[in-house]
């Protein structure tokens, strides 16, 4: 039968599906308007969610007749959503539908959750019975005069709603953006794992699938899109059991469902596996058995039969792209709204199978310790907690585990009804022998490696944990082992992450099981790999020629005796990197050629006079000579290092020239010749080919470096250029410097130039800029390039203008550092330079995951901040339950401190506490007056500074980098944040304050910026020996500043 509107046409119809319950049951009345539009959008929005929902439209035709089985879909439905207009009480068929749902919300047994939308109806017109309601509703009373009994139901079914917090259709509403918040409060209500019949030792499984879900629900593609969604992560944290429960959880909204269990071990054993599998899954689908001849056949007919059809598959332990081919190719092979879920240790395999649009990756994590005590203590001791006698015990095996389920489980089932004597006796053999059981399930991951990337793993494994990424990559890079690509692999493989340390670097983190393997692997397979040693005796160094197979060799030499120094006469001929810090001899001995040399390292080696026999090592590529302060020498042979990319030879003091020679080194990408003070003429040709130049400390205008400084203005393939302690002033640049044009990063601190070239805006990949301690220069604006990410200005005591707030500016910085510049802020406001950028910002952020942060001089934070407190470090943030909307951008942060003159190393940090869950974000970081180079991975921090007497830092945390979907309004009902330093006491927290940013705050923060007033802000001086004449200028810069 033809339904008359299309707009509310759905698969849900009361007539037409064959389940039985459904999630929303959505109540309504057709005598209006509203059922048209209001209630037609807000089904389809319902549907587009996946939100299984009953509605009746074919009652149109039926008049006032209840259908059969209208009571078993309201009772099959865990939520009534009623859309109550005025004409609602005017429909006894509405008014019928009303009585019951509230019926099943007083049942104990059912527990129905309602939701009223109060559609240009005043609830407490309801309860005064007076409004338009009640006017439909006496006319309502009219027609059944008589019954008495249904009249007063029907009163007090109105009367209990209207009592019900709900939520509110005003009269100049913006519907659209209604529906869709209220969409996530449907979904926030219905999902429960807690209704899941999940066994009670899968501990975290309940927080785990709720993340599982919103990660799905929660992403921005329709929700009538197929959906490929990869449960990722190392083996043995619980991919299956998630995936099974999700199933469990979720199947109910398909037509059909199949869980193809051990994918990767069906294919592997069975000569017909892949077929094998199809033909399961055509059978869950379709019932029944199907013949498939072979996997090209087999592909057809799950394209052919399952392309109409809403089905929820899970292919369990994927290993192979062949595997998604012959399951689950294209999307175009399930019907609109089908989930294909992919358990796998290898993410790559979706990202390489599906376009980015089509995929989702939910990671799994470790347990917290606490989960993992409990399913620990579920397995040794069949309760949630270890008996107090066995807690320290339990604690130690919770720590050899890491938080790795599957080894939880394994070691809890094995102690069971063991004695403490017998606990402490299998805890040292795991010291030496890791459980079979555990390390057969991660040795799964290693085997399915290529042989580069299994050299990857094990020595980061054996030596590299916990090391900064870019040192690994050098010396992976030496081995041949090609390590952006290898390293990439084993982070999609789980074997190993990233994690950003204390000082803002990458460095790479492997569980503690998989390191334990990859050493056992080691003393199984390999003689020699890695050697790392602290030396104060040569004879230590004997026994390295015979072993053949080593390649890494770190020394660090202490009390060296120098007249030992003949016996060092060999190193191994498969030695690819040697560092040896603080190198014992005055150079380096005659020894048989190290052919396969690809990196040497001698930093800070103080006896070094002179650097020859480079024959020695003939394929070297990188040559790091810093801190060698008494090297005075290179030889010519330098030149037969056709291969050298990287040369450092920062502060190598005594080195007054290089072998002209040098010029010869055509392969050299990054020359680092900072602080050699007594440098004098370097070959123009030893420059031209950089792409990383570091000659801090020279005078480049100085008659000897002109010519150098004349060859860099041209590089056009310069990426990092650091000029710091240049002396440079103005007119310094040539116009030649805007040939620079792949340059990203630029270090022009502590230079004496007032203002910048205009020609500088043709920079145009310049990201990161450093103009630190540039005590003269008063101005920056429209010779600043598009393109940058971050730029320092700290100490820039000159300069009054800069991201003017009344200015047209392109800049749209995420990090920006104006430590201790007075004048800037005196000119312009602290409030509304900080406003102004942040709204900058937010109208065009280069990345949606990148946070935003400034400091300046300010004694207050802005007043655009919503919550805020004085003299407190921490301030507690509530929630109402419809704060986390889809239109949520992210938090914003403020806080007004000051330091200590005298401080020396202190770090400010936010740690945020959601409904107890812990959150960290560090905000400023201090390390005296040292700065360093950054790297391609990294990014600047505000380095701030002694004596900072007020200061604000205003940070930014996007939603989709910190918070992602499972914060969601269900699960969170305020949020703490608290301020305070870390090492070094000294900074004092003068205020504290964080807004929620939603999407129509950008244009609040534009207006707040334009119309703040501000006052000067009047700090102590932080020189007091200026002379009085500085101090004059000073008050005169202030008068004018006054006037204007």
Same mark, same amino acid.
């Given at each position: ?651 190598? *003091?005594?080195?007054?020239?290089? @072998?002209?020679?040098?010029?010869? #080194?055509? $392969? =050299? /990408?990054? %020359? &680092? +010749? !900072? ?52 002396? *440079?002033?103005?007119?310094?640049? @040539?116009?030649?410097?805007?040939? #620079?044009? $792949? =340059? /990203?990063? %630029? &270090? +022009? !601190? ?52 800069? *991201? ?241």
């Amino acid at each position: 039968m033809k339904r008359p509107y299309s707009l509310i046409d759905s698969s849900s119809s009361s007539s037409s599906n064959p389940h039985d319950n459904y999630e929303v049951f959505l109540s309504f009345t057709y005598r209006d308007g509203a059922w048209k539009i209001f209630t037609g959008h807000l089904h389809k929005a319902l549907k587009q969610k996946g939100i299984y929902t009953f509605l009746d439209v074919e009652r149109l035709e039926r008049g006032e007749d209840i259908s059969p089985g209208l009571d078993n879909a309201i009772e099959g439905s865990r939520c009534a959503v009623v859309v109550l207009s005025a004409k609602y009480a005017s429909s006894r068929w509405s008014m019928d539908e009303l009585v019951h749902i509230l019926k099943c919300r007083n049942d104990s047994n059912i527990k129905q959750i309602v939701l009223p939308i109060f559609y240009h109806v005043n609830p407490g017109d309801i309860l005064n019975e007076k409004g338009r309601i009640w006017e439909e509703f006496q006319s309502l009373k009219e027609e059944i005069r008589d019954n008495e009994e249904k009249l007063k139901s029907w009163r007090d079914a109105l009367v209990q709603l209207a009592n019900i917090a709900g939520h509110h259709v005003d009269d100049s509403p913006n519907e659209a953006i209604f529906i869709e918040d209220f969409i996530e409060v449907v979904s926030s209500k219905l999902f429960d794992p807690a209704l899941l019949n999940i066994s009670e030792d899968l501990v975290g499984m309940e927080s785990r699938l709720e993340k599982l879900k919103l990660c799905v629900y929660g992403s921005r593609s329709s929700s009538g899109d197929i959906r490929f969604i990869g449960i990722c992560g190392l083996g043995g944290l619980g991919k299956t059991t998630l995936a099974e429960a999700y199933l469990k959880y979720m199947s109910g909204q398909f037509q059909a469902s199949s869980f193809l269990a051990n994918v990767r071990e069906t294919c592997e054993k069975e000569h017909d596996g892949l077929v094998k599998l199809q033909k399961q899954l055509l059978g869950d689908v379709l019932k029944g058995e199907h013949t498939i001849n072979n996997v090209s056949e087999g592909k057809g007919m799950i394209r052919g039969r399952l392309c109409g059809k809403k089905i929820l598959v899970v292919l369990d332990d994927v290993d192979h792209l062949n595997q998604l081919r012959g399951l689950a190719e294209k999307n175009n092979w399930f019907g609109d709204g089908s989930q294909i879920i992919v358990t796998t240790r290898d993410e790559s395999l979706l990202k390489s199978m599906y376009e980015k649009k089509q995929y989702i990756i939910r990671k799994v994590d470790e347990l917290e310790d606490r989960e993992a005590l409990q399913l620990f203590s579920s397995k040794a001791f069949k309760s949630d907690c270890p008996p107090e006698d066995y807690r320290e015990l339990s604690v130690k095996v919770i720590e050899y585990a890491s938080g790795l389920p599957l080894a939880l489980v394994v070691l809890g089932s094995f102690l069971r009804e063991k004695t403490k004597d017998e606990w402490k006796s299998a805890l040292d053999r795991l010291k030496e022998y890791p459980e079979k059981e555990v390390t057969s399930v991660l040795r799964i991951s290693f085997d399915g490696l290529g042989e580069t990337e299994k050299n990857i793993f094990l020595d980061i494994a054996c030596f590299f944990n916990g090391y900064d990424k870019d040192d690994v990559m050098n010396i992976m890079d030496c081995c041949g082992f090609f390590p952006k690509i290898g390293i990439r692999s084993l982070v999609d493989k789980s074997l190993l992450h990233m994690h950003m340390d204390e000082e803002d670097k990458n460095t790479l983190r492997m569980h503690d099981l998989l390191e334990e393997m990859g050493k056992e692997i080691v003393a199984e397979e390999v003689e020699a790999i890695v050697c790392i040693m602290s030396i104060n005796n040569i004879s230590t160094l004997r026994g390295f020629s015979n072993l053949k197979k080593l390649r890494l060799l770190d020394i660090i030499t202490w009390d060296f005796l120098e007249d030992h120094c003949q016996e060092f006469e060999s190193l191994p001929n498969e030695l690819r990197f040697l560092r040896w810090e603080r190198f014992p001899l005055k150079s380096f001995p005659k020894i048989e050629p190290l052919y396969n040399l690809k990196f040497l390292d001698l930093n800070r080696s103080s006896k070094i006079r002179k650097l020859e026999n480079f024959s020695l090592f003939p394929n070297l590529e990188k040559l790091s000579l810093y801190m060698c302060y008494k090297l005075k020498e290179i030889d010519p042979s330098i030149s037969v290092l056709k291969r050298l990319t990287l040369l450092r030879l920062a502060y190598c *003091l005594e080195l007054k020239s290089l @072998p002209t020679s040098v010029a010869g #080194l055509k $392969s =050299l /990408k990054v %020359l &680092d +010749l !900072s602080y050699c003070s007594n440098l004098g003429d370097v070959p123009e040709a030893f420059v031209r080919s950089d792409e990383e130049l570091d000659v801090t400390g020279h005078e480049l205008q100085s008659h000897e470096l002109k010519n150098i400084w004349n060859t860099i203005a041209g590089l056009s393939c310069l990426e990092q250029l650091c000029l710091r302690e240049c002396g *440079l002033l103005d007119g310094a640049f @040539p116009d030649d410097f805007r040939c #620079l044009v $792949s =340059l /990203k990063y %630029l &270090d +022009l !601190s502590f230079n004496g130039f007032s203002c910048l070239p205009a020609h500088f805006n043709q920079l145009t990949k310049l990201r990161l800029f450093n103009l630190r301690n540039c005590g003269y220069l008063t101005s920056l604006g429209p010779e600043l390039p598009d393109s940058l990410e971050s730029i320092n200005v700290d100490h820039c005591k000159e300069l009054h203008t800069f *991201l003017d707030p009344l200015s047209q500016c392109n800049l749209h910085c995420s990090a920006i550092y104006c430590g201790h510049c007075l004048k800037l802020v005196n000119r312009q406001g602290s409030e509304r330079t900080a406003i102004t950028s942040l709204g900058r910002y937010l109208q065009n952020p280069p990345k949606s995951t990148k946070r935003f942060d400034i400091a300046l001089p300010g004694n207050e934070i802005p007043s655009w901040f919503t919550y805020k407190v004085m003299g407190s470090s921490s301030l507690s943030l509530p929630l109402d339950q419809n704060w986390c909307t889809s239109k949520w951008m992210g938090f914003a942060l403020s806080v007004c401190f000051d330091t200590r003159i005298d401080l020396f190393y202190s770090e400010l940090v936010c740690e945020i506490k959601i409904n107890q869950e812990d959150w960290g974000f560090g905000l400023v970081r201090w390390a005296g007056e040292e700065e360093r180079w950054a790297g391609e991975e990294e990014q600047w921090n505000g380095e701030l500074y002694r004596g900072a007497m007020g200061h604000i830092w205003l940070l930014y945390l996007p939603r989709d980098a910190y918070f992602h979907s499972e914060w969601h309004n269900k699960k969170f009902d305020h949020i703490q944040f608290s301020f305070k330093s870390q090492g070094e006491e000294g900074i004092v927290i003068a205020q504290c304050g964080v807004r929620l940013v939603y999407e129509r705050d950008i244009q609040e923060l534009n207006i707040t910026a334009r119309d703040e007033p501000y006052e000067a802000i009047q700090l102590p001086a932080e020189d007091e020996d200026e002379d009085e004449s500085e101090d004059e200028d000073a008050d005169d810069d202030s008068e004018d500043e006054d006037e204007t």
